[in-house]
C-alpha cells in the first residue's frame, strides 16, 4: 500500500522499469482548465527520462463517493486517490502516454476501497 503519496517508487512498468514519483501539486480545475474537476500533478522520473502527469478527479463523482463513504473530501484523500490511479497507469501501461487523465468513478470507488482497506489494516 502506498504510504506517502509525496514521494514513493512505482512500478516496474510493462518495460521493467521503476519510476520515482513526487507528488507537485493540487488545485481545483474550473479556473485553470474550465473543468470541474480536481487536478494532482506528479513528476515521474526513471533516472533517464522525467515526465509530468496529471491526474483529474471529476468533483461531482468525489463529493458523491465522500458523503456516500461517510468522509470529508480533503486534499490528502484527493492526493491519495490520485496517486493509486498513477501507481495503476505505470504498472499496466494503461493511459500512460497521455499527460492528462480523467479518473472514473468506478476507479475512485476501487481506490476509496483501498485506501479504507489499509487504513483498517493500520488499527
Known amino acids: 500500500m502506498l504510504e506517502n503519496f509525496r514521494h514513493f517508487r512505482a512500478g516496474p512498468d510493462p518495460f521493467g522499469r521503476t519510476w520515482q514519483v513526487d507528488f507537485l501539486w493540487l488545485q481545483t480545475a474550473i479556473a485553470i482548465r474550465h473543468s ?3 487536478d ?3 513528476l515521474l522520473s526513471d533516472g533517464d527520462t522525467r515526465l509530468e502527469k496529471v ?3 471529476p468533483h461531482a463523482e468525489l463529493v ?3 458523503q456516500k463513504a461517510g ?3 480533503t486534499d490528502p484523500w484527493c492526493a491519495r486517490l490520485a496517486a493509486l490511479h498513477l501507481v495503476h497507469m505505470i504498472e499496466t501501461g494503461e493511459d500512460f502516454e497521455k499527460n492528462l487523465v480523467t479518473v472514473s468513478p468506478h476507479d475512485l470507488e476501487k481506490y476509496h476501497a483501498i485506501l479504507e482497506q489499509a487504513a483498517a489494516a493500520r488499527k
Open 55 to 57: 491526474i483529474a478527479l
Open 64 to 66: 458523491a463517493l465522500s
Open 71 to 73: 468522509r470529508p473530501l
Open 36 to 38: 470541474d474537476t480536481v
Open 40 to 42: 494532482v500533478k506528479f
